[in-house]
């Protein structure tokens, strides 16, 4: 998954993790209301703790929130720099600390901070505290300020998301080495399993061993973990337009091992090819219905357990799609975008950041993007 989302693959469904149940029945509970899971069960089922009770899910019918204990929020309706921590769930609410007064949010009324603890990042100034190029991991805790505090080589400092800029290498990326060799093949892949010592160098697992480079010594692939993929050849295990998912990196053997519909294979990189839709996309439906309206915005939370079918959820549910039958929205999450039109909020040629899909009213539909510009937080409609 991209490091701006949460996993939703059924592996990281884990205890303490929030989640909503992806279908529909108010003796379970509310659409839209979070449950938090208090055990993982043997047989693929989570027991799952909701306002109403305690009920055993299957995991698959599960979808991981992108708010859990410990992530950096915004409020929709508030200053873009004011961040909070979530700190509890609390009868399918959030309890979050902004600036120590804490407050009770449903979901829907937050935006899930750029930066998140243990991310990557760069200052977008230097100094001589922190000269160009150098990487800070983002810290647990915020300050009583509301800052978000990253460790770099010399020092710890507190910074405004504005003032930050995600670095495009994170941990448990994989990633290729600018040069090779004689223990580093060139070309082959290796993935990062440490953040930046006091040198500013990550520590990358490769065949042979594992070492420390610069930042800027290394690339990320494009293929990474959780990524939907297609083999370019095909055969009768994997048949002709089948979408397998990237499971695990076999560093040793320079191979990933893919899940397809009929079975699990191991591949190298150069042999396979990125699906157009991947987990946490925004979608629309080529159709509508009385469930999915014309224009509403679903996300693609993983592939399905049968056939070549993607499991989307929707503003009013949860539903097994082909993905023929999905278009991506033109706009994603962290895309940069400008409005079509201007204001005194948004003057022309501000450039703003997509957070994420607006749902408003008790049934969550959500036809908007929240957009976040220099002065604040607003929601448009994709064609906007």
């Given at each position: 998954?991209?490091?701006?989302?949460?996993?939703?693959?059924?592996?990281?469904i884990k205890t303490g993790t929030y989640v909503y149940w992806m279908k529909a029945n108010e003796d379970v509970a509310e659409r839209g209301e979070l449950g938090e899971v208090v055990r993982v069960d043997d047989n693929g089922r989570r027991k799952v703790s909701f306002p109403k009770g305690n009920f055993s899910i299957e995991a698959r019918q599960l979808n991981v929130s992108d708010f859990q204990k410990g992530t950096f929020v915004h409020m929709t309706d508030e200053d873009t720099d004011l961040i909070g921590e979530i700190k509890e769930l609390d009868n399918g609410k959030l309890q979050v600390d902004f600036e120590g007064k804490q407050k009770i949010l449903q979901p829907k009324k937050l935006i899930r901070c750029d930066f998140?603890?243990?991310?990557?990042?760069?200052?977008?100034?230097?100094?001589?505290?922190?000269?160009?190029?150098?990487?800070?991991?983002?810290?647990?805790?915020?300050?009583?300020?509301?800052?978000?505090?990253?460790?770099?080589?010399?020092?710890?400092?507190?910074?405004?998301?504005?003032?930050?800029?995600?670095?495009?290498?994170?941990?448990?990326?994989?990633?290729?080495?600018?040069?090779?060799?004689?223990?580093?093949?060139?070309?082959?892949?290796?993935?990062?399993?440490?953040?930046?010592?006091?040198?500013?160098?990550?520590?990358?697992?490769?065949?042979?061993?594992?070492?420390?480079?610069?930042?800027?010594?290394?690339?990320?692939?494009?293929?990474?973990?959780?990524?939907?993929?297609?083999?370019?050849?095909?055969?009768?295990?994997?048949?002709?337009?089948?979408?397998?998912?990237?499971?695990?990196?076999?560093?040793?053997?320079?191979?990933?091992?893919?899940?397809?519909?009929?079975?699990?294979?191991?591949?190298?990189?150069?042999?396979?090819?990125?699906?157009?839709?991947?987990?946490?996309?925004?979608?629309?439906?080529?159709?509508?219905?009385?469930?999915?309206?014309?224009?509403?915005?679903?996300?693609?939370?993983?592939?399905?357990?049968?056939?070549?079918?993607?499991?989307?959820?929707?503003?009013?549910?949860?539903?097994?799609?082909?993905?023929?039958?999905?278009?991506?929205?033109?706009?994603?999450?962290?895309?940069?975008?400008?409005?079509?039109?201007?204001?005194?909020?948004?003057?022309?040629?501000?450039?703003?950041?997509?957070?994420?899909?607006?749902?408003?009213?008790?049934?969550?539909?959500?036809?908007?993007?929240?957009?976040?510009?220099?002065?604040?937080?607003?929601?448009?409609?994709?064609?906007?």
């Open positions: 998954m991209p490091p701006h989302l949460e996993s939703d693959d059924v592996d990281d998140q603890p243990g991310m990557f990042a760069f200052w977008t100034r230097s100094d001589e505290d922190i000269p160009p190029g150098h990487m800070g991991e983002v810290q647990k805790d915020l300050t009583d300020k509301g800052r978000v505090r990253v460790k770099f080589p010399k020092g710890k400092w507190n910074f405004k998301p504005c003032q930050m800029v995600r670095a495009p290498i994170q941990l448990r990326s994989l990633v290729l080495w600018t040069d090779s060799s004689d223990d580093i093949a060139k070309g082959e892949v290796g993935q990062v399993i440490q953040g930046p010592n006091d040198e500013g160098k990550v520590e990358v697992q490769f065949a042979k061993g594992a070492w420390r480079f610069n930042p800027e010594d290394l690339y990320q692939i494009e293929t990474q973990l959780h990524s939907f993929v297609t083999w370019e050849k095909h055969d009768e295990d994997v048949l002709k337009g089948d979408v397998g998912e990237v499971k695990k990196v076999k560093v040793d053997r320079g191979r990933l091992s893919v899940q397809f519909p009929k079975g699990t294979w191991s591949f190298k990189v150069n042999e396979l090819q990125m699906y157009r839709l991947q987990p946490g996309h925004l979608v629309h439906w080529q159709k509508c219905d009385e469930d999915i309206e014309r224009g509403d915005i679903g996300e693609v939370v993983r592939r399905a357990e049968k056939g070549n079918r993607f499991s989307v959820q929707w503003p009013q549910g949860h539903w097994n799609m082909k993905p023929i039958e999905l278009e991506k929205v033109a706009f994603q999450r962290d895309d940069r975008v400008q409005w079509t039109g201007a204001d005194d909020d948004i003057p022309k040629g501000h450039i703003g950041q997509v957070m994420g899909v607006k749902y408003v009213g008790k049934g969550n539909a959500g036809k908007s993007l929240y957009v976040r510009f220099p002065n604040g937080f607003w929601s448009f409609k994709p064609h906007q």
